[in-house]
């Protein structure tokens, strides 16, 4: 998208656009400027497991954002566009890196709906996904972290009153088999705080979208700006829940943020565990002797492993939405035999099954998905709606 040609935009000029521009009207004096980079720490809701979450303000309706932790070979990179008046992406890129190679992971553009608006969802080597929201309302994913809501919050007009939104969730079924969740969900306002020294409106996210969970955001009074939020609803399946929390802001020109990206990159594969894992075992030998090398080996099959375990669910993913539920319930056998321990596998099998109509086997699989994870909601939620 041009900097300022916001008329270009393909969904303002439309009866959605116009219905939602009442919420929501672009503020040049509000917004941050072009340049400026905010800092954020992502994690469970008790502080474990923090990702570092970066967003750069590329231009008026643009957004870069990266996920990285230290010691991790993951570096995760979005970027959006954002409509102003949609207060929603209209285009989204995923990509990640993992030893060493970049590689796309989703790619999303909006469509007009005659209900509302759309997201079309193309995942690498996967299915591509129809979403549409019923209402006039933000459409946004929920892997986004809130990343292209909170880019426009500060042009909320109406900051008092309660805000619809429409969230997919790539990670969680529909209760009608369909492979991506789409709910609504409100943001109300329920108070004011002070969080780290800001002056905040604390805000209820809650709906159909998460169930009987209900989460906190918080914005600051004065510039529009997520705070922090938390939600016991995960974004992804890195974690058990979820926290956001605002660190600090900074203002960069464009070519410092892309060195700022590779250098990062960089890191992140120096710092990862060696290609195999006879050079890990070296590095560990040098700084700790037999034992630690030992537990270097082990560490590097777990590593493995977990990598593997992932790949498979995405797979099985993949051919769930393309409709091949048998071999996708096969694949996903093939993960909790190999995985016996893993909550996540549990709820994947449950997901395939309930799809092929097998109701009893995906109550079960669920059932022992939350055995080993007490926390996870989808799928208690989904033992309820499966035992009507």
Known sequence: MNKLAF???????????LAQSAAFRYDAAKAPPPGTLLHYTKSNRDGSKPWHVEIYVQSPTRINVI???EGHADFVEIMADIDPALAMPTILQQWNTAAGRREPRLALVAVPGKTGPGLRAQLADGPSFELQATTAAPFNFWGFDLAGLGFMLPHWRTPEQPLELWFADPNRAHADGSPVLVERATLKLVGE???DGVPSRKYELAGPFFGDQVGTVWVGRDSGRIERAEHPVRTSTDWDDWKLEFERAETIDGNTWEKHKLELADAQRAGQPATSAAGLMKRAYEQGGVEAAFAAAADYRASVEAALEGDLNTFGYALLGFGKTDDAIRVFERVVRDHPNSANAWDSLGEAQAAAGRTTEAI?????SLKLDPKNEHARVQIEALSK
């Open 7 to 17: 008329a270009l935009l393909p969904l303002l000029a439309s009866p959605l656009a």
């Open 67 to 69: 996920k990285w932790v």
């Open 193 to 195: 705080e002070i969080i």
């Open 364 to 368: 079960e699989s669920y059932r022992r």
